[in-house]
């Protein structure tokens, strides 16, 4: 699959040493009207397309490349501040998730993204929250969403 990168982000990558940083950028929208947490894996906060992010490290670990296993993507935050905790548990729907890569020069240019995922299961301990992302399971949605009863739709039966 091609992927449209800048100039200036083709150059990085394809260079044998480069100064560059690709930092990922992580949206936790939880749905219910709050406002979303934005979180940058970075030592310091950054501003991107006027939405600040929060310094805070965690790790992405993208899904083996086969036809084999289910697409899943695994994050791990520190849990070095409990206000995440108190987050997943107020939750009550799965939060989505946004994933986009920027280059730390410009952050306003989306480099890679955005990946819109869904919560699948969360593991938490003092230590650090595990969360498994997956998308949106649209091959085994029901269609037609709806029954055509005789309680709904009289007039056919």
């Known amino acids: 699959m091609s992927r ?3 100039l200036a982000a083709r150059q990085a990558v394809t260079a044998q040493e480069t100064d560059e940083l690709f930092l990922i950028l992580l949206t936790i ?3 219910t009207g709050e406002l979303p947490t934005r979180l940058v894996n970075d030592t310091t906060d950054l501003v991107s397309r006027g939405e600040t992010y929060l310094a805070f490290p965690f790790e992405i670990e993208l899904p083996a490349d086969d036809a ?3 697409r899943r993507v695994r994050l791990r935050i520190d849990n070095i501040h409990r206000s995440l905790v108190g987050i997943l548990r107020g939750i009550s729907a799965p939060p989505r998730v946004t994933l986009e890569v920027v280059r730390h020069a410009e952050p306003d240019i989306v480099e890679a993204g955005p990946f819109a995922l869904q919560f ?14 997956g998308a ?9 969403a709806g029954d055509y009863s005789p309680a709904d739709y009289p007039g056919l039966f």
Request: aromatic content about 6%; cysteine-free.
């Open 120 to 133: 699948v299961s969360v593991r938490y301990d003092a230590r650090v929250i595990e969360v498994e992302l």
């Open 4 to 6: 449209a990168l800048s």
């Open 29 to 31: 929208d939880p749905g």
């Open 68 to 70: 084999e296993t289910l």
């Open 136 to 144: 949106e399971d649209i091959l085994n949605a029901r269609f037609p």
